[in-house]
């Protein structure tokens, strides 16, 4: 079985996205949710990837969910791309707290992603109704404390139980989940169902307080 060292180091890798933007205020702004879109409203974020160093929005796709990768990193196109918004269930105002879940919405009609078996690409949809499914995922320790622009974070989904990832494609957006590779290459001496299974016990003890990694077992 895994070591909850392996466990962290995994959540680590897939910690590529920094959420940027809101008042443009510099690293550090907590993130607020926005329960229904409005431009200007100052609580609206980038989404930069590590592997690409570009941004994911709103892109029309002839295959699959409508998101595509930004042609650069620009300034400009920060602002522009600043339109990922975060709604919590119970319509409360506070700032979104790592590990808790939330729906992510883009600044566009329909506005919300929910988690959705495909025939291409990514299985993930476009939708109306905001779904509650994502969890953004910090640094050992961190659930419940706000999520911050400038962080760099993992972001997890509890339909698939797995991370959203950069992927590249044929066909689509170029992201995915790590099943949409064989997880065992992630993971040195695990094999598939091993590494699923100790990702989302690493999730369940994150979100519980636990830290992650407490539920894990030593080799």
């Known amino acids: 079985m895994a070591t909850a060292a ?3 180091q995994m959540v680590k890798n897939y910690s590529e996205w920094e959420l940027g933007g809101g008042k443009f205020a510099g690293a550090g702004q907590e993130v607020d949710v926005l329960n229904s ?29 409508n998101l595509g990768f930004s042609d650069d990193a620009t300034n400009d196109t920060a602002h522009k791309m600043a339109r990922w918004f975060f709604r919590r269930q119970d319509g409360s105002a506070r700032t979104v707290r790592y590990g808790e879940l939330v729906a ?3 600044g566009t009609a329909p506005s ?6 495909t025939a291409i690409g990514i299985n993930l949809v476009n939708t109306g109704t905001p779904s509650y499914e994502w ?12 999520v911050k622009t400038g962080q ?3 972001i997890w989904n509890e339909i698939e139980a797995g991370f ?11 992201l995915g989940w790590p099943d949409s590779q064989r997880w065992e290459d992630q993971l040195a001496d ?11 016990d690493f999730i369940k003890a994150y979100v519980s307080g636990g830290g992650g990694g407490s539920n894990t077992s030593s080799k």
């Open 37 to 65: 879109w409005r431009e200007s409203s100052g609580v609206a974020f980038n989404l930069k990837n590590s592997a690409t160093v570009r941004y994911v929005g709103w892109e029309t796709q002839r295959w699959g969910v």
């Open 6 to 8: 392996e466990i962290e």
């Open 164 to 174: 959203l990832i950069y992927f590249d494609r044929n066909r689509g957006v170029d």
């Open 104 to 106: 992510m919405g883009y």
């Open 152 to 154: 760099w974070l993992a």
């Open 190 to 200: 695990l094999v598939w169902n091993e590494a699923k299974d100790a990702a989302k």
């Open 112 to 117: 919300f992603y929910k988690y959705a078996e």
């Open 135 to 146: 969890r953004l995922i910090g640094a050992v320790g961190t659930a419940g404390q706000p």
